[in-house]
């Protein structure tokens, strides 16, 4: 992910297990020639370069049976004019007609520049990013495409997890253009965020290595303040996952501890939990800058909480977060059932009011309105009226179409002004509509399900990475030419899930291919152009810039908790690997069982 120093020079190289090296470095032996070459500007010398590059390249293409005498053999033959703009790699292919697509995009170039019988011409750019080759496996049918898919979304796990295992061990997050890591917690966020996914993808020998680390060196006991909102979701619900699908006790213990360890957070004036808690003091308290917590922080904690009261017997943390719904329910200052952003830890007030969006600080709270209702068996009726209220104050006030293309999309209202700007966060809204569906809700709700997949695969189609951004704007005019809408400050993409986790929904209730298939496209983008050779991926600045995305220097850890967990299952053919009729997902992907009818 470095743009390299500019160099000026003719690299060939060629290899195998049982040949040495052949590099084309001819000396000039006369030195009038060498000091005429000297005196060339860089510029001249550059085209020079490019041009027998060129015709070097035009050769091999014409005249494969001469060139490729080794045609038996697996060598590879690579190379690279190293000028400023982008520039030409050619290699063998592995297979006679093989895509040069799907090999370019295993070897982490760009784009196909010119396909042959038996060479591939890939562009390669190398402002944006350092560019690699790397030894890849060879490509396995599938009867989703040419390469075995869940096995290329466990090949990038193991690319990140070696970015994490190196360079940031036990730490939070993985810094992997720098080769470090960064703190949030220190509570080794990352490690136990990805517990789960290594067991679902069946990754046994790295996740023996993460248990002995959570065995011998994960204590909670520290002079630390955490998020009660990010370390249920990630921490409390990650060991409670990997407790049910492993049985190991050793999950339950830490969850126990952990959960005892946010519970002062709920000793408030209202019963509506602060943000912040020492975990090593029992001290909780509100931001520095304000005393209100998100709707989405105190309502978006239930289903572990709950669970944990369920595994324990101890009715204290269900009781706790079951009040906060109670509260919620009843409030004043909803529009349709839509919730405003803030509520105050002291009076158990909606402030802030008149903002409504399904986006950031509120997002999950619909999301869990619906899921608790199905973890529960279907019984708490007003978790469900207040979801299918919400749904239609939805419809009624946040739903808008494109006029030149379609598009459906869910925008938000300040103040009663519509504003047609989408977060990412909101493409979690398809496979919650379409789960709700699933499960006995109206149909339509999986009609609207469609349409909202369509714009967030969309979100990713039209931008030159192939990647979202952060924020959308919708061009609401007729005849526009892009119907997606992108601010500079908006550009950034952190590797959210929201957009392959409703794939995976609508694909399991569907059995549609295109969802596969934009989920595909959209890994391969990620590869593209966030893969670090090292080791991980990054966080890109710019969708916008193919060439030069700005890499952020951060992977988090939903990376390896959601995104590529919730492709594996888009891309698993296992019906019953982590079946919906069984479990239900908390907002960090973390699979929690649905309690049986009985008590």
Known sequence: M?????????????????SGGYNNGKQWRRQSCWRKWKQLSRLQRSLILFFFAMLLIC??????????????????????????????????????NSSCDS????????????????????????????????????????????????????????????????????????????????????????????????WIMGLKEEFEEARKWVATELSFFRNVDVNLFETTIRILGGLLSTYHLTGDSLFLDKAKDIGSRLMPAFSTPSKIPYSDVNIGKGVAHPPRWTSDSTVAEVASIQLEFRELSRLTQDPQYQKAVDEVMKIVHRLDGKHDGLVPLFINTNSGQF??????????????????????????????????????????GVKKNLLRKT???????????????????????????????????????PPNHMELATQLMETCYQMYKQMETGLSPEIAHFNLQP???????VKSADRHNLLRPET???????????????????????????????????GGYTSIGNVRDPTNPSPRDKMESFFLAETLKYLYLLFSDDQELISLDKYVFNTEAHPLPIWPSDP
Not at 3 to 18: G, N
Not at 436 to 441: D, Q, S
Not at 514 to 522: Q, T
């Open 103 to 198: 090999q370019c995009m295993m070897g982490h170039f760009l784009l196909t520049a010119r396909a042959h019988p038996r060479v591939c011409v890939c562009l390669c750019s190398w402002r944006g990013a350092m560019i690699e080759m790397e030894q890849m496996t060879e490509p396995q049918p599938s009867t989703g495409g040419l390469v075995d898919w869940p096995e290329a979304v466990k090949e990038a796990f193991r690319h990140a997890w070696k970015g994490y295992r190196e360079f940031a061990w036990g730490h939070d997050e993985l810094k992997p253009i720098s080769k470090s890591y960064g703190e949030w917690f220190g509570l080794g966020l990352t490690l136990i965020d990805a517990l789960d996914t290594m």
């Open 403 to 441: 006029l030149s293309h379609g598009l459906t999309f869910v925008g938000e209202l300040s103040h009663g002004r519509f504003n047609p700007k989408m977060d990412h966060l909101v493409c979690f809204l398809p496979g919650t509509l379409a789960l709700g569906a699933y499960n006995g809700l």
């Open 479 to 485: 005849h526009s030419v892009r119907n997606v809408e």
């Open 59 to 96: 050769g091999i293409v014409m005249y494969p049976k001469v060139t490729w005498p080794w045609s038996g053999r697996n060598i590879y033959i690579h190379i690279t004019v190293m000028l400023a703009e982008p520039t030409y790699c050619l290699f063998k292919k592995k297979k006679k």
């Open 351 to 392: 402030t802030h009011r008149g903002v409504f969006t399904l986006g950031a600080r509120a997002d999950s709270y619909y999301e869990y309105l619906l899921k608790q209702w199905i973890q529960g068996g279907k019984k708490e009726k007003e978790l469900l009226e207040d979801y299918l209220q919400a749904v239609e």
């Open 500 to 534: 392959v986790e409703s794939l995976f929904y609508m694909y399991r209730f569907t059995g549609d291919q295109r969802y596969r298939d934009w989920g595909w496209e959209i890994f391969q983008s990620f590869n593209k152009h966030t893969r670090v050779p090292s």
């Open 2 to 18: 470095y743009a390299p120093s500019r160099k000026d020079f003719i690299l060939l190289t060629l290899s195998d297990e049982d």
